[in-house]
């Protein structure tokens, strides 16, 4: 089991910064990928970053590519977002997600806010 934790969002003018934590307990260590997901109202959950392995090779939303950075601390057992240059299309819940083995696991999700 994977507990996901995540904090750092709230309420930001556009062009502002956050950086999303989210922290991974219980087996966590052999974790295979961790990412970041967002929904916005009325719209489907949508894959914003990743990061794979202990190595650290991510893959990008083309929307957040420039202004975005996800990294992992492996001794923390926590991910990142960096979020730069935000935009009000920004607003979402952004969820943790981590994949061990076969299981899939999230996190509750917290809110992102971008005021134009």
């Known amino acids: 089991q994977v507990q996901l934790v995540e904090s750092g969002g709230g309420l930001v003018q556009a062009g502002g910064s956050l950086r999303l934590s989210c922290a991974a307990s219980?087996?966590?260590?052999?974790?295979?990928?961790m990412a970041w997901y967002r929904q916005a109202p009325g719209k489907q959950r949508e894959l914003v970053a990743a990061i794979v392995g202990g190595g650290g090779r991510t893959n990008y939303a083309d929307f957040v590519k420039g202004r975005f950075t996800i990294s992992r601390d492996n001794a923390e057992n926590t991910v990142y977002l960096q979020m730069n240059s935000l935009k009000p299309e920004d607003t979402a819940v952004y969820y943790c997600?981590?994949?061990?083995?076969?299981?899939?696991?999230w996190g509750q999700g917290t809110q992102v806010t971008v005021s134009s």
């Open positions: 997600n981590a994949i061990l083995h076969t299981m899939v696991y």
């Open positions: 219980g087996s966590s260590s052999s974790l295979n990928a």
